[in-house]
């Protein structure tokens, strides 16, 4: 037995003396990863819920591979002030592992900035904690511009757009200088009394936190107008009576609960701003339901009635004074 016992001691010495040199061996042979370059473009829209957001992640790498992200940013779900905070997985390829990193090691195009690196299971794995520029500054591209044949621009809301900017087009040339609305339509009759031409606008949408930061301009369709539409523009200029503009002719409706908002009639609803109905200023949250109270809207505030309507030249029901313009007058 003894006999039998020094011989096994002595193979168990023999194999573990064989593993030590195989591992340095096999470690030596695995090349270091000494830098990240990521590309990593994002699609977030507010009033989401966590895992609706589109983040697309590459790298051209061929010693690594990306293998998801992780959004680590509490609660469920995405706000117009959140700044997204995610965690990337990076898997080292067969020959390769990941080394410690700092921050001068690792390019993040996008816009992204870095936070952290954890290594994991011997350098072969990488976690990446980023963050993506806040929600504030971004601006979903504008879709669905339509220019209707009475003359109105409408379009779905941005819900991070404060304003937008409208181009109206005569052929290919810009007639007079850019519109500004704080609603998502507008009334381009005036800019369309031209005779027998086509006509289109283009729009921007003009971020509500920082003004700087616009959009890309965004095509409706072509309408012609022929002579005697462009006579009827020139003489109701205003679109009274006319879906989308001023005394817009919609319909208000009102929801199970008890919520208002305003049907224009040709498919679009205001949203996430103000629009005037029958002379008077409502406005409408991003959903496109009409709020009462008081409304905090690009630095000044403004107080809306028990009916929507915005006060004006007045004392709120809460004692503060309104000027002409609606907004709270400081005292």
Not at 69 to 92: C, K, Q, S
Not at 143 to 148: A, I, K, N, R, Y
Request: glycine letters at 10%; aromatic letters at 10%; a negative charge.
């Amino acid at each position: 037995m003894a006999h039998f016992g020094k011989k096994l001691a002595l193979c168990l010495a023999a194999g573990l003396l064989a593993a030590s040199m195989v591992m340095p061996a096999y470690a030596a042979s695995r090349k270091k990863i000494t830098s990240i370059s990521l590309s990593i473009k994002a699609d977030i829209q507010p009033d989401t819920d966590y895992g609706e957001e589109s983040i697309e992640i590459e790298s051209s790498s061929n010693r690594y591979n990306v293998d998801g992200y992780e959004v680590m940013n509490e609660g469920f779900g995405w706000t117009e002030d959140t700044v997204p905070e995610i965690r990337i997985t990076l898997t080292a390829n067969d020959d390769y592992y990941f080394t410690m990193l700092g921050k001068d090691k690792i390019a993040l195009k996008g816009g992204a900035e870095f936070k952290k690196a954890t290594r994991q299971d011997s350098g072969a794995t990488l976690l990446l904690d980023v963050t993506l520029p806040s929600m504030q500054n971004s601006l979903k591209d504008m879709e669905g511009v339509t220019l209707s044949q009475e003359g109105i621009a409408s379009w779905p809301a941005v819900s991070t757009a404060g304003s937008y900017e409208v181009r109206v087009y005569r052929g290919d040339k810009i007639v007079g200088a850019a519109l500004t609305t704080d609603t998502n339509s507008v009334n381009c009759r005036e800019r369309m009394v031209k005779p027998n031409e086509s006509y289109m606008v283009k729009v921007r949408a003009v971020n509500k936190f920082d003004t700087t930061i616009k959009g890309e301009w965004a095509s409706s369709n072509t309408i012609y107008i022929n002579g005697d539409q462009a006579a009827a523009f020139r003489d109701n200029l205003d679109a009274a009576g006319v879906e989308g503009g001023s005394g817009a002719a919609g319909e208000w409706k009102q929801t199970a609960d008890g919520r208002w908002w305003f049907d224009q009639g040709n498919g679009s609803y205001p949203a996430d701003g103000w629009m005037e109905i029958g002379n008077k200023w409502y406005f409408f949250d991003a959903e496109g339901y009409m709020k009462t109270g008081w409304i905090h809207w690009n630095e000044k505030d403004y107080y809306c009635s028990e009916n929507g309507d915005m006060l004006t030249s007045c004392m709120t029901p809460d004692n503060y004074l309104v000027g002409e313009d609606g907004a709270r007058i400081a005292q």
